[in-house]
């Protein structure tokens, strides 16, 4: 089945690498993410700027133009950034903004409203949040007035799960992603957020798998397999993220 890979990272030393939290990741180029998943069918993707990368951009430029047009670039860029600035990375294929809550190195969560419409506004991009859906509480009425949100990671926890839904039911979309790092119930997550909205679950890799306690393996696909039909597998392993990274 083809999968349209909506949530990997791309570790270039080549590039500003800095440590994050006391962490420094593996590198991991373009080539090596090609030869893991050279027996899957990728048809297209999404690279994920990661907190060790700040607000580099060279990485991902270079990177996108290496994997080609079906490929696509979710960045992190500070407040001050000009419009020029976006529209330029728009025309070398980033299409979305990044908030990483969970381990910084993104712009502050604060800015969230403005920024994301901004972005939106600006060159169509939606934003994507890394965080504990725990905290959503704080953000929802933020969030649900904002044009285009995804969550990484099927938030992360059990206790998040419920306030995940009913941003779920406002369109929010999930990153069915890491499989390996949550603190929850993975079957049923998926499960209950295609029930809610069948358009929101996008999957992706998360390769290579930085500070995972596990790291992903293709069972993971093969699980969604498992628990949908066909036509919800199709869905959630290339359709729905097709449709929301390039609308």
């Keep these: 089945m083809k999968i349209f890979d909506a949530h990997f990272h791309i570790i270039d030393f080549e590039y500003p690498v800095t440590e994050n939290q006391g962490y420094v990741p593996p590198s991991y180029v373009v080539e090596d993410y090609q030869k893991d998943t050279a027996t899957y069918t990728i048809g297209g993707g999404a690279i994920v700027s990661g907190s060790f990368q700040g ?8 990177a996108l133009e290496k994997m080609g047009s079906a490929f696509c670039g979710v960045t992190q860029l500070p407040f001050s950034v000009t419009d020029d600035e976006i529209i330029d990375l728009h025309k070398k294929g980033v299409c979305a903004l990044r908030f990483n809550v969970k ?21 169509g991009w939606h934003s994507e949040l890394y965080i504990d859906a725990k905290d959503l ?12 949100i995804s969550i990484d990671h099927l ?14 039911e406002k369109g929010v979309r999930v990153k069915a992603t890491g499989f390996g790092r949550v603190e929850l119930d993975v079957e049923n997550a998926l499960k209950s ?8 679950l996008m999957f992706g890799t998360d390769l290579p798998s930085t500070r995972a306690k596990r790291p992903f393996v293709y069972a993971d696909v093969e699980l969604i397999q498992e628990l949908f039909d066909a036509m919800a597998a199709e869905k959630i392993l290339y359709q729905n993220a097709m449709n929301f990274y390039f609308k």
């Design 55 to 62: 607000f580099d951009q060279g990485y991902l430029v270079n």
């Design 103 to 123: 381990r910084g190195g993104s712009e502050d969560l604060s800015k969230l409203d403005y920024f994301a419409r901004r972005v939106h506004d600006l060159a």
């Design 137 to 148: 509480p704080d953000i929802a009425p933020t969030i649900e007035k904002l044009p285009a």
């Design 155 to 168: 938030g992360l926890s059990e206790e998040g799960l419920p306030h995940l839904l009913k941003l779920v």
């Design 193 to 200: 957020i295609y029930a809610t909205n069948p358009e929101a």
